[in-house]
């Protein structure tokens, strides 16, 4: 391969004694496995001759294998004819006999809730008072939460959701603080029936409104606020300015994280609680937490729900446009989570699991159920990874002994900027495993994060795959060397290919393509909330029977898995298409550079010409020479039709709340274009500095 430099050597070699110890070496035992190649065909296509091998085996296989614990045993493993569809929202008459609609467990009965907090908490239960939650808020303060706790708060949650009129399949928003009570609201949810909706706190008036416009819950949480780097961050009043815009809400239960709940009730709309702290209140609308959930039972049955009962509504971060409503099942996205942290991640009893992300975005919940599924421990951080110092996380981890460590590419380039000082100071010792997600690396940060952080001998579990399936379609396993960069090959029973665009595959050639899925997964999305029409639209109309999950990927000779950027994001330079990673690879690689973004922009020449912005690192200032080099430096290794025909520095990127930069926006603005939707967007203010670039 030649896209990038340094990420064809092998770095990671794990040693024989931890390979063999991982829980997926385990299975490979089990079932006579003797290779990866051979664990990949095994369970993603049926080999001849091998009865006991497919995604159907697989998926069928894996319920038993995890411990999955259905009330009733389902009656297939699935039923491709029988179309399933999401909630009163989807547009019916759409029958499909093909992987679009797949009925998973048919015949079964199931609740997430029962499996990741009630059977651990009974009282022969050896995890009964297991930490389940280990929580550190951002001035410091820790709380620890057993499975025991969490099922009493969870059930105080189930029967206020009831008494507020809650039935099954009703969706209830969560606009909350990083806070333990958001786990017991999720299992809560889940407990009644409810599709609980979250919402990354992080949003502001329109993005929230935009999200409970769509889902139309009648109960929303929030909270009064929380802290990051060191300030007040309030919630209740863009809560209140979101419901006023998007109707539907009619009970908002309120935590008190700030000091901020008014102990009593103010006037309809006005100012409430402390002099010095106060916030909105709507007295016919609005209730404590202690008011709505502390008086409650602590005690509620579990609802037995069919294995395809919708679980989660989980939208689309939106760099691609209007934010989609991801709709997931109960026995979906349990197995799915419970998989990937079982194998990818090599969950043990005595692991701390740590992944940067808010409940709002898929890999909070992916944590969560995942860890839970096995009663493990996860641990949760409430605020910024670089306050009061840049050492926070790496601070954390050494506090907490945590063992698994998960964080994006754009976090660890913004960490790694700050120096090795920092993260020398602590010990690190604890780690096992390393994960990563979010977009393509580049092989310098890559390989800061395996030695500086990892020390050189965790492997970096770096994943792919979407809010569309809660989950990975790329993920390497522990117990396999690694590559710079490299996403591994295929998760457990996920049939993925790599396709040119008459959807022919190219994937043992080593070519470019397309990332696609020959077939359905019980966590695939049963469909999108506004209706079948997007849903088969967005993902199934390039290709008959083909997924197009809109990333371009790469397997090398050597059989490891790359990704090069989003498709749709692609530079058709010369009737050549290039990931925009590829250019920005290049240009990472320089010294001065921390973060590069490359986009198309008309050209009568060529089509389509390069436009590159770049962030500096700190101390590097801008210069017509600097701009040349890098110019000459994307010339050189792409062809001087890929060099940039324009390249620009600028100290920000518009980025989405979960760190993924919004190119599209970045080629509305060069263009002088409306960027169009734009609710995701962390930093609005970067939008501005586009327009004036040095």
Not at 56 to 79: N, S
Not at 332 to 358: M, N, Y
Request: aromatic letters at 10%; a negative charge; one cysteine or more.
């Amino acid at each position: 391969m030649d896209e990038y430099e340094g990420i064809d050597e092998v770095v990671h070699e794990p040693s024989a004694a931890f390979a063999e110890s991982t829980n997926v070496a385990a299975f490979m035992r089990e079932y006579g496995i003797d290779d990866y190649e051979e664990l990949i065909a095994r369970t993603t296509s049926a080999v001849d001759g091998e009865p006991e091998s497919g995604v159907d085996w697989f998926w069928d296989e894996i319920t038993d294998y995890l411990d999955i614990d259905f009330y009733t045993e389902y009656e297939a493993v699935r039923d491709s004819a029988e179309r399933s569809s999401a909630g009163n929202r989807t547009q019916s008459g759409n029958d499909a006999d093909g992987p679009q609609f797949t009925d998973w467990y048919p015949g079964g009965e199931i609740n997430v809730a029962h499996n990741v907090v009630d059977r651990h908490a009974a009282v022969d239960s050896p995890t009964r008072n297991r930490v389940a939650l280990i929580w550190e808020g951002e001035p410091g303060d820790v709380r620890e939460i057993t499975f025991h706790e969490l099922k009493r708060q969870s059930d105080r949650v189930a029967n206020y959701l009831e008494s507020a009129g809650i039935e099954t399949g009703d969706t209830v928003g969560l606009y909350m603080p990083m806070v333990p009570e958001v786990v017991s609201i999720l299992y809560g949810c889940l407990k009644v029936g409810a599709i609980a909706m979250p919402i990354f706190s992080g949003f502001g008036t329109e993005a929230t409104a935009t999200r409970i416009a769509d889902a139309e819950p009648t109960v929303l949480f929030t909270g009064d606020g929380f802290y990051r780097r060191g300030s007040e961050v309030r919630l209740k009043a863009t809560a209140d300015a979101a419901i006023d815009e998007a109707g539907h809400v009619e009970h908002t239960v309120v935590y008190d994280r700030l000091g901020a709940t008014p102990a009593g009730d103010g006037d309809g709309g006005s100012a409430a609680g402390d002099s010095e702290n106060p916030i909105p209140w709507h007295p016919d609308r609005d209730a404590t937490w202690d008011e709505a959930i502390g008086s409650r039972s602590a005690e509620y049955e579990t609802k037995r729900l069919p294995s395809d009962q919708e679980s989660l509504l989980l939208y689309s971060s939106g760099t691609t446009g209007e934010p989609k409503g991801i709709v997931h099942t109960h026995a979906g996205v349990l197995t799915q989570c419970a998989k990937e942290i079982h194998f990818g991640f090599d969950q043990k009893p005595a692991d701390r699991f740590f992944w940067v992300s808010d409940i709002g975005w898929m890999m909070g919940p992916w944590t969560l159920i995942g860890n839970h599924a096995f009663g493990g421990t996860v641990v949760m951080y409430e605020g910024a990874p670089d306050h009061p110092e840049p050492d926070r996380f790496w601070e954390l981890i050494d506090r907490h002994a945590i063992t698994q460590f998960g964080i994006s590419p754009t976090a660890i380039r913004a960490l790694r900027k700050h120096g090795d000082t920092w993260v020398e100071g602590h010990d690190l010792s604890s780690l096992r495993i390393l994960g990563s997600t979010g977009e393509p690396w580049d092989p310098e940060s890559w390989r800061w994060f395996y030695d500086a952080v990892g020390g050189g001998d965790c492997p970096i579990i770096n994943i792919s795959g979407g809010t569309e399936i809660c989950g990975c379609f790329l993920m390497p396993m522990p117990n396999q060397p690694l590559k710079p960069c490299s996403l591994g090959g295929p998760g457990l029973g996920m049939d993925i290919d790599i396709v040119d665009e008459t959807g022919e595959s190219v994937r043992e050639a080593s070519e470019r393509g397309y990332l696609v899925a020959r077939d359905s997964c019980p966590s695939m999305t049963k469909s999108l909330w506004s209706g079948d029409e997007r849903y088969i639209e967005e993902y199934w109309s390039t290709w008959d029977d083909l997924w197009d999950h809109g990333d371009f990927a790469q397997k090398d000779g050597d059989g490891f898995w790359f990704l090069h950027g989003r498709a749709d994001d692609a530079l058709n330079v010369a009737g050549r298409k290039v990931g925009p990673a590829e250019i920005e690879g290049v240009l990472i690689d320089h010294d001065a550079v921390n973060q590069a973004a490359a986009v198309g922009v008309p050209d009568d020449t060529t089509g389509t010409a390069v436009v590159a912005y770049v962030v500096l690192e700190p101390g590097v200032e801008p210069s017509d020479d600097l701009r040349g080099e890098l110019r000459a430096l994307v010339g050189e290794e792409h062809g001087k039709p890929f060099r940039p025909r324009e390249l620009l520095f600028v100290d920000a990127f518009p980025k989405t709340q979960s760190g993924k930069i919004i190119r599209r926006a970045i080629e509305s603005v060069y263009r002088g274009e409306d960027p169009g939707d734009l609710s995701s967007m962390e930093n609005p203010e970067a939008l501005d500095e586009l327009r004036d670039p040095a």
